[in-house]
């Protein structure tokens, strides 16, 4: 019975024992694993860091491409209506002109509208007195046709 004491409190002592170094190399391993962990969680940060201001750029380049690409087309959709020819010799243009300047009207520009199914409307804009706006409009059609959307821009050409 003494030597199965013995042998069982040999046996708990080297379990404890075990157990000690099991925790001492679970000990180590952890802060290992901790000290892994923040040099890679430094070299993440790094990497996204990077990656976000590459992200960054790409965007803020895509936005002016397509600001520059949209003024671009603006300007185009707005010449071919100005240069369309209204009646005989005359474009939208110089019909406009004439009708502002016989009549003492203020030309208040072009504007060009980009349309949800990707046509363009395009708007020629005249006050006549201190209240009264006049509006041309024209639609610019995928193939580049300019169609009048309205009865004064219609008026215009036949008059002119």
Same mark, same amino acid.
């Not at 087309?73 to 474009?91: I, K, N, W």
């Not at 706006?133 to 008059?159: E, I, M």
């Given at each position: ?30 802060? +290992?694993? &901790? ?10 940060? $790094?990497?996204? !860091? *990077? #990656? ?55 030309? +208040?520009? &072009? ?10 409307? $395009?708007?020629? !804009? *005249? #006050? ?33």
């Amino acid at each position: 019975m003494n030597s199965s004491k013995l042998t069982l409190q040999n046996l708990t002592s080297s379990f404890s024992i075990a157990t000690h170094q099991t925790n001492k190399i679970d000990a180590a391993n952890s802060s +290992l694993y &901790w000290k892994w962990a923040c040099m890679n969680k430094a070299k993440y940060r $790094v990497i996204l !860091s *990077v #990656l976000s201001t590459l992200i960054t750029v790409c965007l803020v380049f895509a936005v002016n491409n397509r600001q520059a690409y949209a003024e671009s087309a603006y300007s185009e959709v707005r010449l071919s209506v100005m240069e369309t020819s209204c009646q005989g010799e005359l474009t939208i243009e110089q019909a406009l002109q004439r009708t502002i300047k016989s009549h003492s009207q203020r030309d +208040l520009g &072009w504007r060009v509208y980009l349309l949800d199914d990707g046509q363009f409307d $395009v708007v020629r !804009s *005249v #006050l006549r007195s201190k209240v009264m706006k006049t509006r041309y409009r024209w639609r610019v059609s995928f193939d580049g046709a300019v169609l009048a959307q309205n009865t004064k821009a219609q008026k215009l050409c036949q008059s002119a």
